[in-house]
């Protein structure tokens, strides 16, 4: 029984969405399509930004804290919770820096992991003198169990996804998260490839730390994405020290009177720039979609979507992950066959993502029925003439 188990799927959406006709996206794993909602107010912020004088004190701060409450509500947490940061890897070394390891603990991850975490890793091992732990499956294992055959007490640190980011593979996020708990483990989450696709709760899950980019699954821009911190973490060690994170930075007249103390909760992990005038409205626009559309109805809808072009798939002897997540559906070609089948793809404009030794098929609501029609047509063709 999923999360989102009976949730109403949601039409067609493609009208939301700058994507033409004859063209057909499945890359939302890499980066999404913006949300023509976005791009209206991305044009306004810019308007707004060509004219200084029009933009008060107050703007510094009530835009920035409206998108922290919209992202806190999308994974169950409050907004004293959330960190504004710019990326996967800020959000990783804020966690690496709050934690602690040492000689015979481990960092547990997975094999093939995004690299940007690993390298945080790697750093944080060198200076606690713990040791990388890296989980590989055997041959019909899932991710859940080959994680909980390895998690004992040696682990320090567990930096774990929902979904492997090279073909959608799931883990088991719950029982992970107990396992965690009774070993003594920090759990580190990176959601970017499920926060805004599939339901995440940080109440049930209550890791130490969760990031996840914006880029993605969030439809948002570039360069703003988000970091829960549990209350335990809310008076660490932040990356960086800037003005607007400490208290009375709203007052700008009295800014040289440098105060000792933050923001409350963990907005002392907020990065520099945190405003982003350009791009905050962006970010606005697209979490208010996906709070409209809500994270449950999306995921049934992508499930749909991605269960055809896997079952599409398997008919034609090809191999998909299971268990997957409802969004992201990985399918291994023969090796000798692959350039020719993306070179196949880049012709019909079907655009994908090749990601270890999978084809990674990651749709959106503005995926229709001639898309998935395409896709499979170029499948059969190119595997014809192999």
Known sequence: MTAFSGAQQLPCARHLFDVPDDVAYFNTASLAPTLRSGLSAGNASLQDRARPWKITSEDWFTAAEHRRELFADLIGARAEDIALISATSYGIATAAQNLNAGPGQHVLVLADEYPSGIYTWWRFTERTGASMLTVARRPGQTWTEAVLDVLDETVAVASLPQVHW????????????????????????????????????????????????????????????????????????????????????????????????????ARRFDMGQRTAFELTPMAIAALEQITAWTVPRIAATLSATTGRIATAARERGLTVPAPRGPHIVGINVPSGTRQQLLAALAHADVHIGVRGAALRISPHLHTTEQDINRLVATLDAALTQA
Do not use: C
């Open 166 to 265: 090279t073909d959608g593979s799931l883990l088991d996020l719950e029982a992970i998260a107990d396992a965690t708990r009774a070993v003594g483990a920090a759990l580190v989450i990176d959601a970017s490839q499920s926060a805004g696709a599939m339901p995440l709760n940080v109440k049930t899950l209550r890791p130490d730390f969760l990031v996840t980019v914006g880029y993605k699954w969030l439809l948002g821009p570039f360069g703003l994405g988000y970091l829960y911190v549990a209350p335990a973490y809310h008076n660490g060690r932040p990356l960086e020290e800037n003005w607007i994170l400490r208290q009375g930075a709203q007052d700008f007249a009295r800014l040289v009177d440098y105060r000792p103390d933050y923001q409350p909760g």
